[in-house]
């Protein structure tokens, strides 16, 4: 019983993780495309 509640805390702890990872790459997506005017930079 205790075994999987510590792995239920482990997934909520890297499903957030990975949102705000998420966050994180698509400010940073924005910001690349109002400097840059690309989607990708150097790609096309």
């Given at each position: 019983?205790?075994?999987?509640?510590?792995?239920?805390?482990?997934?909520?702890?890297?499903?957030k993780?990975?949102?705000?990872?998420?966050?994180i790459?698509f400010?940073?997506l924005?910001?690349?495309?109002?400097?840059?005017?690309?989607?990708i930079?150097g790609?096309?």
């Amino acid at each position: 019983m205790n075994e999987t509640k510590k792995v239920e805390k482990e997934k909520i702890v890297a499903e957030k993780l990975n949102g705000r990872f998420a966050m994180i790459g698509f400010i940073a997506l924005i910001g690349a495309y109002l400097t840059t005017g690309q989607i990708i930079p150097g790609f096309v």
